[in-house]
């Protein structure tokens, strides 16, 4: 297990780039949905105020 | 055939077709995710000269492949805007821009970092470097165009021309290793005679690049929907959500 992670004493180049891709693909996934959930409760609240 | 192509076309019938395909693709990615991390971490044995440093090469590549696939994406999208002024085609270009940028960056960071064990630098000036460099400002430039316009219509038409333009670097960066003398090892997986890579290894490489494709229809799903709501704000169809 512990050969796995040092990669061969590559390790200070192999992880990094898979934490990176890890976090450019985590924030492109994030990042839309959580602006979309903004977008639709704003949506909502102005709905709401309409109605009243 | 056309009718579906119409109403594929509208915003909210999209909208509502990507809200349904989300939780499918979310299965679909992380499958093929985990299969290609397994086949390509676990699995595949290390390279004979490379030893594990080449590893790097699971994400490396098919960020590189999206990297070149998105922005020849945004370019169809750009000549559908401007042949056919559609509006979810200037959905579906600026979506892309941010996602095709991170696979950029990321070919050239995970790049760079492998190019430190192997070639001994982080980064030279060399053709294949400098022309996916330039790929980066070109996804930069379509972004930064369509913050500087106010009118959105005006500013898809903006960025369609550019995205055209651009276009021009993509054989440019594929032939780059052939047409230059690089550092950059020359096609392994595209060329016309066999691969030159053990399928132990071109497998997981190939599920990875699959997971990666998966993962572009998804990000830009979500992307799409979040600027569906953002630009439809005041039309009817969006108060019944």
């Known amino acids: 297990m512990a050969d796995f992670f040092q990669m061969g004493g590559y390790a200070m180049f192999v992880w990094p780039s898979y934490g990176l891709v890890a976090l450019g693909l985590w924030?492109?996934?994030?990042?839309?949905?959580?602006q979309h959930e903004t977008e639709l409760r704003q949506l909502r609240r102005r709905v709401k105020a309409e109605k009243k | 055939m056309f009718l579906w192509f119409h109403k594929l076309g509208s915003p909210p019938h999209f909208y509502r077709i990507a809200g349904k395909w989300i939780p499918w693709l979310n299965w679909m990615f992380l499958v093929l995710l985990v299969?290609?991390?397994?086949?390509?971490l676990v699995l595949a044995p290390p390279d004979y000269q490379q030893g594990e440093s080449y590893r790097i090469i699971f994400v490396h590549v098919p960020a590189a492949w999206m990297?070149?696939?998105?922005?020849?994406?945004?370019?169809?999208?750009?000549?559908?805007?401007?042949?056919?002024?559609?509006?979810l085609a200037e959905i579906v270009l600026i979506s892309s821009a941010p996602i095709g940028a991170s696979f950029t960056f990321l070919a050239l960071v995970t790049g760079s970092l492998w190019g430190k064990p192997m070639w001994g630098t982080y980064w030279v000036w060399d053709a294949r470097l400098t022309s996916e460099l330039i790929l980066l400002f070109l996804y930069?430039?379509?972004i930064g165009l369509h913050n500087a316009i106010d009118d959105k219509r005006t500013a898809a038409r903006a960025v369609a021309i550019l995205a055209l333009v651009g276009v021009v670097n993509i054989p440019i960066i594929h032939y780059s290793v052939e047409w230059w003398h690089s550092l950059h090892q020359?096609?392994?997986?595209t060329k016309f005679d066999?691969?030159?890579?053990?399928?132990?290894?071109?497998?997981?490489?190939?599920?990875?690049?699959?997971?990666?494709q998966v993962y572009y229809v998804l990000a830009l799903f979500h992307r799409c929907r979040a600027e569906i709501l953002r630009r439809e704000r005041n039309s009817k169809w969006i108060e019944e959500l």
């Open chain 1, 27 to 34: 924030l492109n996934w994030y990042l839309p949905r959580k």
């Open chain 2, 35 to 40: 299969a290609g991390l397994y086949g390509g």
């Open chain 2, 67 to 87: 990297s070149l696939f998105i922005y020849v994406a945004m370019a169809v999208c750009g000549a559908i805007i401007i042949i056919w002024r559609m509006k």
């Open chain 2, 140 to 142: 930069l430039g379509v």
């Open chain 2, 186 to 189: 020359g096609a392994t997986v």
């Open chain 2, 194 to 212: 066999k691969p030159s890579i053990h399928w132990s290894m071109l497998l997981p490489l190939l599920l990875m690049a699959l997971a990666f």
